[in-house]
């Protein structure tokens, strides 16, 4: 058995949608279909998720919401009217779109997760209308149903083990398709709460897990995940297979086709990922499979560059003496919430990466001064600048000279590189620049590993 999701732009509209049904239909053992909210239909649309979002904060603000809610129903409408689908049929699905407001929540970010829900919950509804109607045995089934429990923020929840016990009850035919809604869940209280952004790609993978899928499938708008991010690199070659923790580090730095948290389910329930184009069903994609007994066609299998990287660099002289040095700055980072990426350290020195999203200036200043206070380095610096380029590879395994292979190119183009760390699984290189070099470095490397 298989589970197929699709991408919120793989269901944007009517034609999409019966490229969707198209690729259901077209092989029987896919059986469990996850679907994303209708994403953008051109450049300058704006996704259901985010109208959803808007219509929730005007009714936070008590504004008027009646344009934002016309705007998501006909989004639907014109999904519906492609296939005919009488208007009784949809109603119901409007009218639950009209009656958010009128819920109770716990408070104002569970409103928000419910209204988010909302464009997966009614996508998925109606593509289950749309099956019947072609004549499928269908069935629409909600995290409720199905038992997809979750806890944590939310916004930003994280399934529960719960889930896979109840999942193993979940019980269905051999003859009947069953449509999910993607990107939430529901509390042990029993409200909605949504995983983070791009979080349909999360209940895709719990299902595969749960329902003890061989396959799950990733249609979404791209034919493949690639070596390096085509707006970085020219035609980067297309990855066709690799290892779940390849993926891991690569989506790490930046690659996003497919969201790094819905690996865990994939890797727990040890089922293959095929990531695939929706408009080129034919192509095979990208396969992401377990580490073991996998055999690496390159060296490396990716180069990806992440810009939203700063650090702390501090030098005290004997620094290597003193006990509990590294633990005091922590216990700084600890006590305002802040968790560290990387921590490569000399002697006397040490310089500790952290991710700039999580950090605005004025908490660089409180952090910085609680340093020199609590610590009292000699020097003390922010660096705000860091870029982290990881090259990645299960073919970087076991062979020597990489690291020359790596640093050579970045000489040539003159590019400094302030951090270099070889990660413990050794399937990947950190390599720290400043931004200004990152996306020559991605290049330098790329041409140099995949230079035919
Ligand atoms: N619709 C949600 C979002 O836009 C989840 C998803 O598409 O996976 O983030």
């Known amino acids: ?107 104002d970010s569970y409103l928000m997760a419910a209204f988010k829900a909302h464009g997966e919950h009614l ?10 109607q072609l004549g499928y045995e269908a069935r629409f089934v909600t995290p409720e149903e199905a038992g997809i429990r979750v806890t944590g923020t939310p916004n930003n929840a994280t399934v529960t083990p719960e889930t896979y016990t109840l999942l193993d009850h979940f019980s269905f035919n051999d003859s009947e398709l069953l449509v999910f809604p993607g990107f939430y869940g529901i509390t042990l209280a029993g409200h909605i709460a949504t995983f983070s952004r791009g979080g349909s790609d999360i209940t895709g993978a719990i299902l595969a897990r749960g329902l003890h899928a061989d396959l799950y ?52 329930g040890n089922v293959p990922i095929n990531v695939k184009n929706t408009q080129h069903p034919e192509k095979p994609g990208t396969l992401i499979v377990p580490d073991k007994g996998f055999q690496p066609a390159d060296i490396v299998t990716g180069v990806v560059s992440g810009k939203h990287f700063a650090a702390i660099y501090l030098h005290k002289y004997l620094l290597n003496k003193e006990a509990g040095f590294t633990l005091r700055i922590l216990n700084i980072l600890a006590r305002h919430d802040i968790s560290y990426e990387h921590m490569p350290s000399g002697i006397d020195d040490i310089t500790i990466i952290l991710d700039k999203n999580q950090i605005d200036d004025e908490m660089v200043d409180v952090i910085c001064n609680e340093i020199q206070e609590e610590i009292n380095p000699d020097q003390l610096e922010w660096i705000d600048n860091y ?22 190119p970045l000489t040539e183009e003159n590019i400094a590189v302030p951090i270099i760390n070889q990660g413990a699984s050794r399937i990947s290189i950190m390599i720290g620049t400043y931004v200004k070099d990152a996306d020559k470095a991605v290049q330098a490397i790329y041409h140099r590993f995949f230079a035919n």
């Open 1 to 107: 058995m298989k589970v197929v999701k699709f991408g919120g732009s793989s269901l944007a509209d009517g034609q999409h949608f019966a490229q969707a049904i198209n690729i259901i239909t077209a092989d029987p053992q896919r059986r469990v279909i996850v679907t994303s909210a209708p994403g953008k239909r051109n450049s300058d649309d704006i996704k259901v998720t985010d109208l959803l979002i808007r219509y929730a904060k005007q009714v936070l603000a008590n504004e008027d919401y009646q344009e934002t809610v016309d705007q998501i129903i006909d989004r639907y409408t014109a999904i519906a009217n492609y296939f005919d689908v009488p208007s009784e049929k949809l109603q119901p699905l409007v009218d639950r779109l009209k009656e958010l407001p009128s819920w109770r929540f716990p408070n």
């Open 123 to 132: 996508n998925a509804n109606l593509m289950a209308i749309v099956l019947q």
């Open 217 to 268: 499938e990733n249609f979404t708008d791209v034919d493949a995940i690639y070596a390096a991010n085509p707006q970085v690199v020219d035609h980067p070659q297309a990855i066709s297979k690799m290892t779940y923790r390849e993926m891991r580090e690569l989506s790490y730095a930046g690659f996003s086709v497919f969201h790094d948290e819905a690996l865990i389910p994939a890797i727990q």
């Open 387 to 408: 870029a982290i380029t990881m090259v990645v590879g299960e073919g970087m395994r076991n062979r020597t000279g990489v690291i020359n292979d790596i640093l050579e």
